[in-house]
């Protein structure tokens, strides 16, 4: 259910945003920018409230029904801008119910004297289940381009928060006696390691790959779905099921994530970390040459190898740091390298992608006249008209649109993600030096 809450939305709110909605491409990009701002502070804020004050499973149970209600809203906005600072007040209550859910999971599994690392994983991979769910319901029932998918997003994040109070007591610990300033509270004691040339060079390699999942989540389903523009696509499975195609890149993290050991024994955490750079080059190359006929399998091929994009990067990352920093700073650190993927990475790849795609990779057509090179014959023509009248466009008698209507090249939008993720791996592989240690080596043979 904690995915399942997020990912009712989140793959395909671009499909309301641009389809429903029709609001400016340019501002679209600050929508995925809320979680990369909330991610900031949020965690951080809820986690000291957890160890000081509130149990972590009521804390958690309010934080989803907040969530809930901002759901319930955001079907009632009209205006881009506002939309925008309701979703960041949403992403404010979900993004710390992440490190939440982790914690009170580990909680409860020590208290019941298993082994979390033995015993988390197989609890952990029904996150996916419950993401790849939310992604079928939402397109199953028609609701992947309408206000029904935060409908769905806010019922099952009630009945979670309702749920949650269920859950066994996670009691503040208060353990740590010894006196800490502001920054140690806040973690930010952990940004001295950018003093350190590889650790620093780490993290800034994490948010600009970071920025790259952005990319994906962002545009992924709505790319496909503008197929339908092209009659000899309308009717494509694809198009109708897009989002369930795009489960595909969920169901293959659950996959990639055994191989993950034997690659790290074979190859070691450097050449893992460069492997994912290139899944992320073959992700986006795959989709700026893929179409839903022909090159279906260059689609479901990038799908298919998200799954090695992510996993690889995120799981042999965070092992970078577990094995590269003290046992004092270590959780620190973690949140630091979780900060700069999915925190200002995600910030940074967000607004960059949405001005990027509106100013250079966006046709803005006025005129039936100007669309002419996608009408060749009559029922081409009626497709097209068809096509407006969906998009709510209607065409004048003198033959221009009531509305401009943004059709995006894709293909060049997906070159240009292929060529950034393609120079962040090179210069990658050139300057990172790092060689596999003892205490990398003991890591690996736990997992």
């Not at 050449?271 to 040459?289: D, E, P, Q, T, Y």
């Not at 090695?308 to 094995?323: P, R, Y």
Request: proline share 3%; hydrophobic share 50%; aromatic share 18%.
């Amino acid at each position: 259910m904690q995915f399942f809450v997020w990912a009712a939305w989140l793959i395909t709110i671009a499909n309301y945003w641009f389809g429903t909605k029709q609001w400016d491409g340019a501002d679209f990009g600050v929508i995925f920018s809320t979680m990369g701002i909330s991610s900031l502070f949020m965690p951080t804020i809820t986690g000291i409230i957890a160890d000081k004050w509130i149990n972590a499973e009521k804390l958690y149970a309010i934080l989803h029904i907040l969530y809930a209600a901002t759901m319930f809203y955001l079907p009632q906005v009209d205006n881009p801008h506002t939309f925008f600072w309701v979703i960041l007040v949403a992403m404010c209550f979900y993004m710390p119910t992440i490190a939440l859910s982790n914690s009170i999971s580990y909680t409860t599994l020590k208290n019941g004297n298993f082994d979390v690392v033995k015993n988390f994983p197989p609890i952990r991979v029904w996150g996916t289940v419950g993401f790849i769910a939310a992604m079928w319901i939402t397109n199953l029932t028609g609701s992947k381009a309408s206000a029904n998918q935060f409908y769905i997003a806010g019922v099952s994040a009630l009945f979670l928060g309702i749920y949650s109070f269920t859950l066994p007591a996670c009691k503040p610990q208060n353990l740590i006696s010894e006196k800490k300033t502001f920054a140690q509270k806040l973690g930010l004691e952990s940004f001295k390691l950018f003093a350190d040339y590889k650790m620093a060079l780490f993290f800034i390699f994490s948010m600009f790959l970071g920025a790259a999942l952005q990319l994906t989540n962002a545009y992924g389903d709505v790319f496909l779905d503008e197929f339908k523009l092209f009659p000899v696509f309308a009717e494509s499975f694809v198009i109708k099921y897009s989002t369930i195609i795009l489960s595909i890149s969920q169901i293959s993290e659950t996959l990639f994530i055994l191989a993950i050991p034997f690659f790290l024994k074979r190859f070691g955490i450097k050449w893992v970390i460069a492997i994912a750079m290139f899944a992320w080059v073959l992700r986006f190359g795959l989709f700026a040459f893929g179409d839903p006929s022909a090159n279906l399998w260059m689609i479901i091929t990038s799908c298919i190898v998200y799954g090695m994009a992510f996993d690889f990067f995120n799981i042999s990352g965070s092992l970078f740091v577990e094995t590269s920093t003290t046992p004092k700073i270590r959780s620190s650190a973690q949140g630091l390298f979780m900060m700069m993927t999915n925190g200002f990475g995600a910030v940074f790849g967000s607004l960059i992608s949405g001005w990027m795609i509106s100013k250079y990779f966006t046709t803005y057509y006025t005129n039936i006249g100007s669309l002419s090179k996608y009408v060749n014959s009559e029922a081409d023509n009626a497709h097209l008209l068809n096509f407006l009248k969906n998009k709510g466009i209607t065409v004048l008698q003198n033959g221009d649109l009531s509305r401009a209507l943004d059709v995006k090249d894709w293909h060049n939008i997906w070159l240009a993600f292929t060529i950034y993720v393609l120079v962040i791996a090179i210069v990658f592989v050139v300057i990172f030096k790092h060689k596999h240690t003892r205490a990398e080596v003991e890591a690996i043979n736990h997992l």
